[in-house]
């Protein structure tokens, strides 16, 4: 990121030494390290001449995968939401993409995508996948006022695997002087290339000025 012509600064050099080693341990060199860096500065010519040399160490590729924390669901739930490819260049944008998919599934409570840094095994790292999952069921209940349908209390609930089948069923109640309302929703699990299958309903019932 140092441009010739640019005024030199510690901070900046830094930084740019920092940035640039970073950049390669994301695009498939973990490992990488700075074997020297120099700055040599010529007072006369006010000018800095700079000498960067790395060690990448090597490009790891996915090997296996490993999957910790899973009790409930199929694996393939999992495979399904990461696309592995084992032989694929290994880079952190593609892992922490991974983790994004997992943490929206509503599945997992939280998850972590890692790669086993073992140089003897550079050609086919294992990728480790850390997995806590949310509870089976989850209800939440509500009251609230409103000046169009006044009181109401609510019921969210969630199902994630009812009896054995792999789907998340959600059902929201809402009950009230004047509103009613139902909305129920079977969702499945994860299925390959990210598909899911959804189906709802929707059912309100409003008796306000005399009509229905």
């Excluded at 069923?169 to 079977?186: I, L, M, S």
């Amino acid at each position: 990121p140092l441009q010739r012509g640019e005024p030199f600064t510690q901070s900046a050099w830094t930084s740019a030494k920092n940035g640039t080693l970073t950049r390669l341990q994301g695009a498939g060199y973990p490992l990488a390290s700075w074997r020297s860096t120099s700055a040599k500065v010529d007072v006369a010519k006010t000018s800095v001449d700079l000498r960067l040399v790395a060690d990448s160490g090597p490009l790891f590729r996915l090997g296996t995968l490993r999957i910790v924390g899973l009790s409930r669901y199929d694996e393939s739930v999992v495979q399904h939401l990461l696309d592995f490819r084992p032989g694929e260049v290994y880079t952190e944008a593609l892992l922490a993409q991974w983790q994004r998919h997992l943490q929206r599934s509503e599945l997992f409570e939280a998850a972590t995508v890692e790669l086993q840094l073992d140089r003897e095994h550079a050609d086919a790292a294992t990728v480790i996948v850390t997995l806590r999952e949310f509870a089976k069921q989850q209800a939440t209940f509500g009251v609230g006022f409103s000046s169009d349908t006044g009181a109401r209390a609510t019921l969210d609930y969630m199902h994630r695997l009812p009896f054995g089948w792999n789907v998340v069923v959600t059902n929201k109640f809402e009950v009230g002087r004047e509103k009613n309302a139902w909305t129920g929703q079977v969702i499945s699990h994860p299925l390959p290339d990210h598909y899911r299958n959804l189906a709802s309903v929707d059912f309100e019932r409003l008796d306000q000025d005399d009509e229905v």
